[in-house]
């Protein structure tokens, strides 16, 4: 018997897939945020903002018919109008609530529950649990996402009585898909900390702090490591250039800044840069005039990956710490 | 001897500079109900953990079932079922949603869970609470809903860690009836416990754990004889004792120690049986003889003296 024992009966690999019970997972925890009343208040919010939001950009594109014909949909996403910022704004602000709120309790909650040792002790890995209750989560942002999206689309076929065209169509479609990214970015960085903290309601803290850095705190703190690095001594042009291209790749660290330009490039057609354009850029440029599909999405290609990057990072983290975990709490 | 469904080889676990568990040997035979059994902290939960595979042994090698659980956990996993202290459920789901999750994490179709949960919650006798949340069930429900989902995985074995911790003493009884029902159907159980004297009398054999090591193992009456040299205590309540009782005592063959209770009744330990040779022993010497009843030997007691002699001999 014990010469058996020193036979490994396979070789060092461990048998079956990793993946093998992450769509039940899948199932149970979309299930668990769809008929929470956490998410029924998000929903509720986002449903709000945007048929508010929404229903100023119709008033107002209605007092301003003169010009610009073209581009009508786009416009129902970033109108604004006192007091109301546009619906561009608002996601920024809501999605990463959203996507925080998904997350922050997945892991601890199922250390306080305990229910973690029971789960795996069924014939699972814990890759299919945490990568389970991942995409559990990325989909439900993505449904709650896309059907906002389809009802402004749908008000805004009501409200102006045309149908977005074939390059509309792509912009915004596109512009779901950074946004979810951008949501997927703070699923991941909750996530990471509902694995390293046992208290939900640490985790919780710790990301809305995040996003209160992002949101507030990193454009000014850009500016001063900008100025610090870089400054301007005799007001040269080089010198002006140096502060600004260290302030913008400063500023783009933060996912806030990358959704920003990436919806701008996308909804506003005529954005063909970021930062400061030299005149000698712009020769021969027509002003205004809108770019070409196929280039705004190129300008706003490296952002999109970016927001991609970030959330298979901060998900590899989370994958990394939850692995070395000991179940026993 | 059957055939042995656990073996484990110098199991070591070291967190850090500590030793949970040190060079562990043990044999669990099929359809055997084997306690680990040793205070908190002594390294039962270690052990269970590192034979399903959820924590990595520093050294040393483990089977269950021919598999080894760091290497093919699945295997392992889906034929032990895992009871763990201080059980939780999604508290916001039915018994029979929780249950259904378990079900389909273990690959059972929908039809075939549904089927399942029904049997298994029936002979736990949780029917009627099957679609209610399980935040509003007690700690001996949830327990019972434990084994459900054990049952609802068909497992050749079952591992048990402190099961019957926190039970009321009736619920403690009821579900010590349920292992040996269990056990009765064929299946090998390994429970971990530090309320000794409860699970003794439901363990084939034991192990007794003392920091990280398992310092005694075999079935309890074995292993009282070996420790307490006299495995029986009889407990004498006579009128009239004397010296020359006392003394007619201890030289019966058997007798190994004599000692007064504070209410004044003696207390033989003798190697067998010995109740009527002490009866008449009494009544010749002149005793009134009002009550004789035999003790069988205690784990607890036996756990106790094995440490106050090790005790002794590392003093010395």
């Known amino acids: ?329 | 001897m059957g055939e042995p469904v656990i073996e484990t080889k110098d199991l070591t676990k070291r967190y850090g500079q500590f030793e949970a568990v040190r060079s562990l040997n043990l044999t669990v035979e099929k359809g055997e109900v084997f306690g680990l059994l040793g205070p908190n902290g002594s390294g039962k939960t270690t052990t269970i953990l590192m034979l399903l595979g959820l924590t990595e042994p520093t050294e040393g090698q483990v089977r269950v079932l021919g598999y080894d659980p760091a290497r093919e956990p699945l295997s392992v996993k889906r034929r032990v079922g895992y009871l763990p202290d201080q059980i939780g459920f999604y508290d916001g789901l039915t018994a029979r949603e929780n249950l259904f999750y378990i079900a389909r994490l273990n690959g059972l179709s929908r039809k075939e869970a549904n089927q399942r949960i029904e049997e298994s919650v029936e002979r736990m006798g949780l029917t009627p609470v099957l679609d209610k949340k399980v935040k509003t069930f007690s700690r001996g429900m949830r327990q019972r809903l434990g084994l459900a989902e054990l049952l609802l995985k068909q497992p050749q074995m079952i591992i048990m860690d402190e099961p019957t911790l926190g039970l009321d003493p009736e619920a403690a009884r009821m579900f010590l009836q349920i292992i040996r029902d269990l056990k009765d159907t064929g299946i090998t159980i390994l429970l971990s416990s530090h309320l000794l004297h409860q699970v003794q009398e439901i363990c084939d054999r034991v192990a007794l754990f003392h920091r990280g090591k398992v310092v005694l193992t075999g079935a309890v009456g074995e292993l009282a004889r070996r420790v307490l040299g006299g495995a029986y205590h009889i407990r004498v309540c006579a009128d009239g004792t004397s010296k020359e009782l006392e003394q007619a005592l201890r030289t019966l063959p058997g007798v190994v120690n004599l000692r007064y209770t504070s209410v004044g009744e003696i207390v033989l330990e003798t190697t067998n049986d010995m109740r009527a040779e002490v009866a008449s022993t009494v009544v010749t010497a002149g005793g009134k003889l009002k009550s004789l009843d035999i003790e069988q030997p205690n784990l607890d007691e036996i756990y106790a003296h094995y440490f106050e002699e090790v005790e002794h001999v590392a003093a010395a």
């Open chain 1, 1 to 329: 018997m014990l010469r058996q024992l020193r036979l490994p009966r396979s070789g060092q690999a461990r048998e079956g897939s990793p993946w093998k019970g992450m769509w039940v997972v899948i199932g149970k925890e979309m299930a668990d945020h769809l008929t929470s009343a956490r998410m029924l208040i998000l929903e509720l919010l986002i449903l709000l903002t945007a048929t508010g939001t929404v229903y100023v950009a119709l008033q107002n594109m209605r007092q301003n018919t003169n010009n610009e014909a073209q581009f009508v949909f786009l416009r129902l996403f970033t109108t604004s109008q006192e007091p109301l910022p546009a619906f561009i704004g608002f996601l920024a602000i809501l999605v990463p609530l959203i996507a925080i709120a998904l997350t922050f309790d997945t892991v601890n909650g199922e250390f306080s529950q305990r229910t973690l040792s029971r789960v795996l002790s069924q014939p699972i890995y814990r890759d299919a649990l945490l990568m389970g209750k991942f995409l559990a989560s990325l989909f439900t942002l993505s449904l709650v996402l896309s059907a906002i999206w389809l009802l402004i689309i749908g008000l805004g076929i009501l409200g102006t009585g045309v149908a977005p065209s074939g390059e509309e169509f792509v912009r915004i479609l596109v512009f779901l898909i950074v946004t979810i990214f951008y949501g997927g970015v703070w699923l991941a960085l909750a996530m990471v900390f509902s694995t390293v903290f046992r208290q939900a309601a640490t985790a919780a803290l710790a990301s809305i702090a995040i996003w209160l850095f992002f949101t507030i705190f990193w454009n000014v703190i850009a500016g001063v490591i900008a100025r610090a690095l870089r400054p301007v001594q005799n007001g040269s042009v080089a010198e002006v250039m140096a502060q600004a291209e260290l302030l913008q790749t400063l500023a783009r660290i933060s996912p806030n800044t990358l959704y920003a330009e990436g919806t701008v490039g996308l909804l506003n057609p005529a954005t063909r840069a970021f930062g400061l354009v030299l005149p000698t850029q712009l020769d021969g440029a027509i002003l205004g005039a809108p770019l070409p599909l196929g280039e705004s999405i190129l300008l706003i290609w490296p952002h999109l990956t970016l927001l991609i990057a970030a959330t298979v990072l901060l998900f590899a983290v989370a994958y990394v710490i939850f692995q070395r975990q000991e179940i026993r709490a």
